[in-house]
């Protein structure tokens, strides 16, 4: 039974283990500086499908096996798929579930999502139901510029605010034996909305969610920055994470050193993302490829993972709407 | 501490009770069979927005506040709000939830989210990860003419098959006191394709996921169609639930004069509807404006709830993919 802490906090009963991770990820992704941590690793945008949206399919469903094959076990042994992404009525995740004879729980928290299916794995194992759960999300930069910006054949210029849609799948199978990771606490966070319209700039859009996310689980837990070997946002990119370090710092939280960055982490400066990666696969294959595995070999002891989302679409957009974001947070500690 | 029985089962510890339900309707609802049951009814598609998605999302709103009126609550006596709707990138849930300032989880079902939400909060609340959740959902005919189909100038015939999203929204507040009526099994579907591309024929697409959910429920609770006053599904329309009907025969399963269609409900036969309501706020608007009142009154002491939802995008059917399809259940019981 878990035991609810402070307005928006989940302190579990037992940890919940994070038993085995796998990863996709895409060529660019594969050779920045985290490429030797992903399970697969394509040489093109496709992998032999005949669309982009296709093969971001083929993503989902390659981690899906992926977590059942390193934890040796069948379909029938996971209760529960926990899943969501980018595209319009997240078919990624809703295709990919066809290959799991068990339920499927759909999810939507833009690039917030492998944070929300994580805490909610959590909650519902912890709660009594179900024993194993596999959280998975995922993105492609292919698809998403199509659906969110502009057809790739324009060749349309970035912003120099601007983040790049990771082409990546990550998924976690929990619940399993110990191996190593555990969640103790989940932060579920609420929609924020701070002025930001520019769909170009969706650090700045996500920065005040993830800092509330943030500020609100230290205060329910009675923690701080110190007590955790690193806080790592989902993919504010250079600019978003500048401002959370602020917007913390005025709420009278310093992050100095412990503050890190998925879509800082996964390019180079060298390959061109400007702010760095975004969408759900930045944080999915960063935390499930790199993070976790250091968690496991006790290189962190305690890490809180604060996966953040834009909340808009072209249609809101399209009528004036600012970009409402959220973030939600996963405590792992080694075990 | 729930338990989880059969594969996709879970049973409460303790009812979760539905303490208060609140509803709003489009005007073409609010003169259907059911009209007098909904809280508020609209006159017009806009409701003094100056787009029918503004529209939708004032309804989510209203929805909103008006769970927490009626119960005589505050918003910072809810934990959660649970919810999802049909738009892009859910952004009529998303938005709304910025009226709320607690936790929000963001989830995509299609017209499967009311009973998916009410089944997430059930096992949240039963769990101990949250006291008091909102689950709401709805649609609106008009932004969903405009996102998957045609636009509605167009004036396109509909064909025979075809259902009438509805235009409605509905809520309830889970977990406060009793008020004669309480959630104590659930079943979370799974993806399922039976091969139906025709995306007007969404009842023939979701009936397999409909009756593989009421089959699973009742092997699992060990129940049969004679332990519950009525079975019924969310939005099939007169096909989906003859073809549901007979699925169910085939496994042995006779629901003869206990399943009901929340689509089959909502209108007359003279309003012109075709095969019946469809959209998240069809058993979101019939569910919570009629049935949960007719389960409080002891007019029926034990239905079981099964939303279905078809996990098609624009994108998907441009590629031509089947329709994936889900159906989540809720058993509630008069307490």
Not at 2 to 21: A, F, H, N
Not at 47 to 69: A, I, T
Not at 133 to 149: D, K, L
Not at 283 to 306: D, E, R
């Amino acid at each position: 039974m878990s035991k609810r802490v402070g307005k928006q906090t989940v302190l579990m009963d037992k940890p919940v283990y994070i038993t085995e991770s796998f990863t996709c990820a895409g060529e660019k992704e594969s050779q920045g500086p985290l490429g030797e941590c992903f399970d697969i690793r394509l040489n093109d945008d496709k992998w032999g499908e005949d669309s982009f949206e296709k093969c971001e399919r083929k993503m989902f469903k390659c981690v899906l096996h992926g977590c059942m094959k390193k934890a040796g076990i069948a379909a029938g042994d996971v209760d529960m798929v926990l899943s969501g992404d980018l595209l319009n009525q997240t078919i990624s995740a809703s295709f990919a579930a066809l290959d799991f004879k068990g339920s499927y729980i759909g999810l939507y928290g833009a690039c917030s999502t492998m944070a929300e299916s994580m805490a909610l794995a959590a909650c519902l194992i912890d709660g009594g139901s179900a024993e194993r759960i596999i959280a998975m999300t995922g993105s492609h930069f292919c698809t998403a510029e199509r659906q969110y910006r502009m057809p790739l054949e324009m060749g349309t210029q970035k912003t120099p605010t601007s983040q790049w849609t990771v082409t990546g799948t990550g998924g976690a199978y929990l619940g399993g034996r110990n191996t190593g990771a555990g969640i103790t606490a989940v932060t579920f966070g609420r929609v924020i909305d701070m002025g930001i319209n520019d769909a170009n700039n969706m650090g700045a859009a996500m920065a005040p969610a993830a800092a509330d996310t943030i500020y609100q689980h230290f205060k329910a837990t009675g923690t701080s920055p110190q007590d955790y070997d690193a806080v790592i946002t989902g993919d504010l990119g250079a600019l978003g994470k500048d401002i959370a370090f602020d917007l913390l710092l005025k709420r009278g939280v310093q992050c100095k050193d412990k503050l890190a960055d998925c879509g800082c982490m996964i390019f180079s400066p060298e390959q061109d993302t400007h702010m760095g990666g975004s969408g759900c696969g930045c944080s999915a294959t960063v935390m499930n490829g790199h993070i976790i595995p250091m968690i496991k070999s006790g290189q962190y002891k305690k890490v809180l993972f604060v996966a953040t989302g834009a909340l808009l679409s072209l249609t809101s957009s399209m009528q004036g709407d600012n970009i409402p974001a959220i973030a939600h947070a996963v405590q792992i500690e080694h075990l």
